[in-house]
């Protein structure tokens, strides 16, 4: 099995920051894609930003230029740092991964548990 746990999120004012960390453990082989995605209380749950293995990322188009993802592959541990936070990133930021587990098997998503960011205006 694979685990992904998530660390960093809490309560801060708006236009500062956090750095939210996501380290994954267990039966790994590889790892593909890792990402953030977060959902608002009422909203669905979207993409924040995802980078590769080789260090290619994607992000939202509305969070460029304030956030800042980045991974150790090392340590199987993908990061996010966010600046200049606003009251609207208010959500629930989850970490996800691509892992495959065997030689000759498929790639799966894993999810983590979930980390509470809030920003208070």
């Known amino acids: 099995q694979v685990q992904l746990v998530e660390s960093g999120g809490g309560l801060v004012q708006a236009g500062g920051s956090l750095r939210l960390s996501c380290a994954a453990s267990?039966?790994?082989?590889?790892?593909?894609?890792m990402g953030w995605y977060r959902q608002a209380p009422g909203k669905q749950r979207e993409l924040v930003a995802t980078?590769?293995?080789?260090?290619?990322?994607n992000y939202a188009d509305s969070l460029k230029g304030r956030f800042t993802i980045s991974r150790d592959n090392a340590k199987n541990t993908v990061y996010l740092q966010m600046n200049s936070l606003k009251p609207e990133d208010t959500a629930v930021y989850y970490c996800n991964a691509q892992v495959r587990t065997t030689f000759y098997g498929p790639r799966h998503d894993y999810w983590g548990q979930g980390t509470q960011v809030t920003v208070s205006s």
């Open positions: 267990g039966s790994i082989l590889s790892i593909n894609l």
């Open positions: 980078i590769t293995t080789g260090g290619s990322t």
